[in-house]
């Protein structure tokens, strides 16, 4: 499996390669522009043909985008899911331009904010259709949650029940959170519980649309609907729990990437990658 972490882009797009190559990193993770604000990527062709060419040269991949987190499908105001339709699409716009140098994009399914959930479903079923509607090559990866709040995605059986309402369209798939997991009451500590989290991926959603995990460790406790990631192995999920699913058949050929806060609190660093290779039982460069 590639081990890799979520990058900055300072700098320029292509800055991200050399980030994740000095972390060890054998794929990533990045934002095409200001999670946090409604702005649309801006890139250059030369930074597009440099960041494909680099992360080709540098052997990283498969490697991956996360939309905006403004973005809000199952929001009951017009305006907030027609500029998270358009934020949608837009980014996935920018992930076909990048191809095969981007694998997918990561989008969060949304918060019902006080809707019955049928109702919230419904209007990520209707976003999520006027956005696969443009035709887009990429995959669109729905990333599960810790559940708190209204905000859906934290069961997998409700994503694959989006998925089943939008034909099961091959281009969605899943990304798999392993805090916002353990948050929303899957005990991913023990092998029963990795099995149960994985046997209700393949029944609802199918293993074969799981593209990516993020690696977190969780600063909360088992089903406490929160979201708060840890550096590997200092969570509540210990470096036991990352063992069994690393080592898991199942996962052996997923995509992981960190998203933890780092030791120096500055995001991924060497040390979670070293981490996540050791407890998946892969020796240090050096011995190989």
Known sequence: MPIGAHVSTTGGLSSSVGRAQALGAECLQLFL?????????????????????????AGLGPNFAHAAYLINLASDNPHIRDRSVESLATCLEWVDRLGPALDGLVVHVG??????????????????EAVLRHGFRSRLLLENSAGSGDTLGARFEQIGRLIDRLDRDARLGLC????????????????????????????????????LIHANDSKVGLGSAVDRH????????????????????????????????????????????????????????GDQ
């Open 230 to 285: 840890e550096n590997i192995g200092q969570g509540l999920i210990g470096e036991d729990g990352f063992a069994k699913m690393l080592q898991h058949p199942a996962l052996s050929s997923v995509a992981w990437v960190l998203e933890v806060p780092g030791y120096d609190n500055k995001g991924a660093d060497v040390q979670n990658v070293q981490t996540l290779k050791r407890l998946a039982g892969r020796a240090p460069a």
């Open 111 to 128: 918060s019902g904010k006080g809707q019955p959930i049928d109702e919230a479903e419904s209007l990520v079923v209707a976003g999520l």
């Open 33 to 57: 522009c200001t999670p946090q604000r409604w702005q649309a990527p801006r890139h250059t062709d030369q930074e597009i043909e440099a960041f494909g060419r680099l992360a080709g040269e």
């Open 176 to 211: 798999l959170d392993t805090a916002h997991t353990f948050a929303s009451g899957y005990d991913v500590r023990t092998d029963q519980g990795v099995c149960e989290a994985l046997d209700e991926i393949e029944r609802t959603i199918g293993l074969d649309r799981l593209r």
